[in-house]
């Protein structure tokens, strides 16, 4: 595997690579790589001939009082762990090289940027968007992997490809989750162990609220009420829990055919997220178990 730094250096490769007839396939990640990251670069390795996964830490999508500063880093696990999951290259751009001074462009996708996520984290998709046009600038790859852990990224990046023609299909994997439930994430790391018993609460109320639709509810505030309950009774405070269109975000009386119940809910230190989707009656949980 190789570590490439410099932005130039990954352009030329990647021409190289695609000049050689490689498929490439890219998993952007801000590191503190668990499972969920590395079954995304396993898929990528199944679906693709090369892999480029990146590691960057990007300031534009971090609020001022987040956890930029503090957001867990470990390269040399990180790198160990890519390696051994089949990546071929990791990028590991310098913030400077990325924004570098006088830097001015930033890509806002409208209206899918700027609920539930959005609205809890102003500006934080435009940081994500910028970050991943550049990236996919950078990389060219023939497929972008991404997690459904952030759904409502994958619908914002999708809608950003198609708007702005870029050439890239987009894959998305299903969530991977420790045994109890709880999606993982990096920021799993801020939970103390009574939080982190706490924690598969989440988990548990998105599949109350999937059981409901099961049984036939079919107004999405009742749904809402329902999943916020199971959080509140577990003492986790949420921040908003949306029972949405899955193509345009939006919450409707009646349920659409395409549902997604999203979470964000605060435990201690830590501010995690979780989703899942509901098909005209029909589950999907994306629930894949992490291997031991
Ligand atoms: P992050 O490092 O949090 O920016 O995530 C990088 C990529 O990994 C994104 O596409 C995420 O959606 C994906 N990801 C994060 N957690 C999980 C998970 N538990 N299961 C599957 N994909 C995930």
Do not use: W
């Amino acid at each position: 595997m190789e570590i490439i730094g410099s932005p130039e250096r990954m352009r030329a490769l990647s021409r190289e690579l695609r000049a050689k007839g490689e498929r490439l396939g890219f998993v952007p990640t801000m590191g503190a790589l668990h499972e969920g990251h590395l079954s995304l670069i396993h898929r990528a390795r199944r679906a693709t001939s090369r892999v480029v996964v990146s590691i960057f830490v990007n300031p534009a999508q971090f609020g001022p009082q987040e956890d930029f500063r503090s957001y867990p880093s470990n390269p040399e696990r990180d790198a160990e762990r890519a390696r051994l999951a089949g990546a071929d290259v990791l990028y590991n751009p310098a913030a400077r090289d990325v924004y570098p001074p006088g830097y001015r462009t930033y890509v806002a996708v409208e209206g899918l940027g700027t609920t539930l996520e959005g609205a809890s984290r102003p500006g934080h998709f435009r940081g994500v968007a910028t970050v991943v046009a550049k990236l996919l600038g950078r990389v060219a790859p023939h497929v972008l992997f991404l997690g459904q852990k952030d759904a409502q990224q994958a619908v914002l990046l999708r809608k950003m490809i198609r708007d702005l023609e870029m050439d890239v299909e987009i894959e998305v994997c299903p969530t991977v989750r420790e045994d109890d439930g709880l999606a993982m994430s990096s920021r799993n790391a801020y939970l103390t162990p009574a939080e982190r018993r706490r924690a598969p609460a989440i988990y548990a109320g998105l599949r109350a609220g999937v059981a409901a639709v099961e049984r036939g509810e079919r107004s999405s505030a009742a749904i809402a009420a329902l999943v916020r309950a199971r959080l509140v009774r577990a003492r986790l405070q949420p921040e908003y829990v949306a029972v949405v269109d899955l193509t345009d975000l939006l919450p409707h009386d009646r349920l659409p055919p395409a549902v997604l119940i999203a979470v964000a809910a605060r435990l201690g230190r830590a501010r995690l997220i979780d989703n899942v989707i509901v098909r005209s009656g029909r589950v999907r949980r994306g629930a894949v178990r992490a291997r031991a």
